[in-house]
């Protein structure tokens, strides 16, 4: 926030203040009326002339010409401000028997979701070697266009009732490490996807928010690294979900075992309130 004065010749009139994109136009005008007041106030009796009166109008319509274009330039860009990206990750587990009649919902969900406004990723994923345990990947613009698709979320948890044998757990995440969309995404469809949940104790929350971003950002140059991003739950900023994606099964196992790998979880593992949750899964196409 910056605070914002007129000098008057002894004196400093206060406008008000400026807050991100957003003027207080009324202190402006406030300032205009009140230090053209003062200025007349400074002219003796018997002083206000022609000259000096045409004078104190033009000051007058100079700033307050200048207030309005300047509000009107801020407007805008207030207008088009948004929040930051919102996250949500959403585990559930649907009987093997009824994989197929689950997956009739879910995809057809899915590609409708992408198409809404403010989407930026609707990732539907299936654990590689137990079946029927789901996870959905969610990206959106900002919290209210997350907020807007709850009700078709709510929706589709009552679609699949029939066949869910745990129902649907949701966490909202705020990004920590993110990196921007690449072309390399274009093959996710095929990509091994592993979603890791870390816990750890809230005294060494900050301590392991650096820990993991140095992580990401190292197994970013990993060779098959398709997509490697940190989050953090909302509300409670000792817990982490890392999102991976791999060329292959070759390349995550590669990965593991690289250095970095290895020395982040021996750094971490001090740090720990859970045991590390780390899962893989192939995307459902």
Known sequence: ??????????????????????????????????????????IPPGGRDAQGEEAMRGLLGVLAGGAMMLAGCLAP?????????????????????????AAQVLRPFAAETRKEDGNREFTLLDEVGRSGRFAIVEAWRDKATMDAHAAAMKTLAGKLQPYVEAPFSTRA???L???PPSAAEAQLGTAMYVLTHIDVFPAGKDDVAE?????????????????????????????FQLIEAWTDHLAREAHA???HSRAFRAKLTPYEG????????????
Request: positive net charge.
């Open 1 to 42: 926030m910056i605070s914002n004065g007129v000098e008057g010749r002894g004196r400093t009139i206060h406008v008000g203040a400026l807050s991100g994109n957003k003027l207080h136009r009324r202190g402006w005008f406030a300032c205009v009326r009140r230090l053209c007041q003062h200025r007349a106030d400074k």
């Open 211 to 239: 820990l993991i971003k140095g992580f990401v950002a190292a197994s970013r140059k990993d060779k098959g690294e398709e997509r490697c991003d940190a989050l953090v739950w909302d509300g409670h900023l000792n817990h």
């Open 257 to 259: 075992y690289d250095d």
């Open 177 to 179: 490490s993110v990196a």
């Open 77 to 101: 860009a207030a207008a088009q401000s948004t929040g930051s990206p919102e996250y949500a990750v959403t585990y559930f587990d649907i009987g093997s028997k009824d994989f197929d009649k």
């Open 274 to 285: 859970a045991p590390y949750d780390e899962r893989l899964y192939e995307v459902v196409r």
């Open 173 to 175: 995440y705020q990004p």
